[in-house]
Each structure stands twice: as C-alpha cells, then as structure tokens.
C-alpha cells in the first residue's frame, strides 16, 4: 500500500492505538482523534510521541464541525472510524452513552465524510472503513457453524444493538449516496493495551493481585479469539484492497470456553509468576449476565479468498504474548487501575467476554 493519511477515530483505544502504532510502522501518516474517555489513554501511544506522522486531536466524534475541520485541513484519503463504546456490562447499565457514540457518533462522520468526499474531484479513492463486531449477529445457534457475512443480525445488548445499528447506518449510506465505505466485522480480540475490564486482562490482573477471578455462569460460553495485531493487519487489507460497500468478517480462528481461557492463563502465570501459584484456585463462578450469548464464531473465508489475509497468531502463541506484555507493564496497568476502572475490579460485574 502507497503512503496514505488516514483519519483515526478511537486511535487511544485498544485496538485503535494499536492500529495507529501498525499503520505508522508502514509509513502511513495517522490524524487520530479521540475523546480519551476512560478506556481512551494516551500513554498507549508514547511510543511514536513527537513523530511527525503522528498527530493527535482531543475530541468527540459527535463534533461535527470539529470532524469537518480534520477532513478539510489534513484531507486524508481515508476515515477509519474504531471509535465506540464497547463493554457489555457497562451497556446493560447505561445505555445512553452507547446509543449517542456508536449511534449518532457514527452518523455524523458519515454526514462529514459524505460532504467530504463530494467535495473531492472524483472522489479521489476515498475510503470510508468502519470497524464493527461479530457480537451484531447475536449467538449461533446449535445448527450454525459459524457467522459468516450473510448471518442475520440478531443483537441481544445495548452495545451489539448500537453497533448493529451503526452498521446499518454505513450500509445506507452507500447504498443511498454510493458513499465509498467498507466494513469489517471482528470476533473478541486480545493483546497489549487492552483496558482490564476485558476478561482476558482482568484475570491476568487479578491472578497477579491475588484477587478472585470472575467467570460468569458456568463459564462455557465460546468465543473466537483474535490477537489484536492480526486484526490491524486485516482492517489496512481490507482498507487497500477491499470491495466498496462490502463486509468483510475477521476472525482468529481460535474458539475457546472462556473457563479454558482462565485455566490457560493460570497455568501460565504459574509459570511466569509463580508467586501465589496455582493461580487457578482464585477461579470464582459469578452469575450469569443478563442476554449473555453463547457462542461465537467467525467464518472468514471471504477475507482469506478474495483478499489473502489469514491470521499469524495461533491462541497459543498470541496468549503467551499477551501474558508477558501485561507481567512486563505492570506501571500501565497501574495508573489505569487507580482510576475509573478501580469500580470494576471487585468482579461485581464480572467480565465482557
């Protein structure tokens, strides 16, 4: 992919600061805007602090004018829009932040992508990517093997409504106003950066604090694991080399029980952090969330036969990784732990998986 300037909404995020680290890595130049709400942190990005492909705006993408000035003045030739509330839990308990982001959010930059990108001479190949979730397509059922990108939506939260409803906001406005868009849809990701409300960093968190660690229900709900970094390396694929208005589903290939993902991070610690071992002991069975789906999975053969992309991770080596970046930034963990996240951390809401 030639040299791109590309505008980043949610680039402090999990999985947006790690796609502004990856796109910068392969020359990009990257105009992130971000409103650093709790699970935004700009220690994240300190790695490429004061690099001039980098450029950080503090805002809302429910600014409108504010979107419309970044697209008039950097004049990127893409808009690759992660920004969203993404926690389950928090959505049963307040949904009205999931609906202004990931909704109205959502329909304001299309609004200001769309001038945009009329106001361009021939649309220039201007893209529109929208990063959503395999969460919009609800639990499979015991005859499905998995979602592909022809699934029904059946959303069963606040948050996979929202984003349901955002998607079908970007498929409108291709195919009413041919707005250039491309969507991908990803199973649960994992990896450095992630806030520890997630299960994943939650365990590893609480097992090193000696804390209990939260399964919900009988912890066998399924979930297609995808390490974060595979996911940046789909969504610049797609970015490049996408159809207009299609979807694209990306996936980890990597289905596991949550309880399985718990004992395999304990047998890990105990290995790497062995003090308190067998960390496996602080397992702590939690009731069930309301609506909590099964099981996901993800076909991703469209994006692995039309595109060439595949996932380099195996779970057991994205794991390993994972485990070892959170033991090696205990300081990033806790700065962020001292702060909002301290109301989540006594497993009183379990864990978004």
């Known amino acids: 992919m030639h040299r791109k300037v590309l505008l980043v909404t949610g680039g402090a995020g999990f999985i947006g600061s ?6 910068i890595h392969r020359g990009h130049k990257v105009v992130n805007l971000d409103a650093l709400t709790y699970a935004g942190n700009i220690d994240n990005l300190a790695s490429i602090a004061g690099d001039p492909a980098h450029t950080f705006v503090h805002g809302s993408i429910l600014d409108g004018p504010l979107v419309t000035r970044l697209l008039d003045e950097h004049q990127p030739d893409a808009v690759v829009h992660f920004a969203a509330e993404s926690h389950v839990d928090r959505s049963i308990l307040g949904p009205a932040a999931f609906v202004d982001t990931n909704i109205v959010g959502t329909f304001t930059l299309l609004e200001a992508a769309l001038k945009h990108w009329r106001s361009l001479p021939d649309g ?3 893209r529109f ?4 979730t395999d969460e919009v397509y609800g639990s499979l059922t015991p005859e499905e093997a998995a979602f592909h990108e022809e699934t029904s939506y059946r959303p069963n939260s606040p948050y996979s409504a929202s984003k349901a409803a955002s998607d079908h906001l970007v498929r409108a406005y291709f195919h009413t106003y041919r707005l250039p868009v491309v969507t991908t849809n990803c199973s649960n990701n994992y990896g450095p950066y992630q806030f520890p409300e997630k299960l994943i960093p939650l365990m590893i968190h609480n097992a090193v604090e000696g804390k209990p660690l939260p399964v919900y229900g009988d912890g066998q709900n399924v979930r297609d694991w995808l390490y974060v970094t595979d996911h940046c390396d789909a969504i610049l694929t797609v970015l490049e080399k996408g159809r207009l208005g ?11 029980k949550n309880l399985d993902v718990v004992h395999t991070l304990c047998a890990i ?3 790497l952090h062995p003090e308190g071992a067998p960390h496996d002991r602080l397992i702590t069975y939690v009731k069930d969330r309301p609506g909590h789906d099964r099981r996901y999975a993800i076909d991703c053969s469209k994006l692995q036969g039309e595109l060439g992309w595949a996932p380099k991770e195996s779970f057991r080596t994205g794991i390993r990784k994972t485990v070892e970046w959170y033991l090696d930034h205990q300081s990033w963990v806790a700065k962020i732990v001292s702060g909002e996240y301290r109301d989540w951390i ?5 864990t978004r998986s």
């Not at 990517?129 to 959503?132: A, D, G, T």
Request: aromatic share 12%; no cysteine.
């Open 269 to 271: 610690l105990d290995e």
């Open 246 to 256: 299609e979807t694209y589903n990306v996936g980890g290939l990597n289905e596991q």
């Open 129 to 132: 990517l929208h990063v959503s």
């Open 124 to 126: 220039n190949g201007f």
């Open 346 to 350: 006594t497993g009183n809401y379990g």
């Open 18 to 23: 790690n796609f502004v680290l990856e796109a």
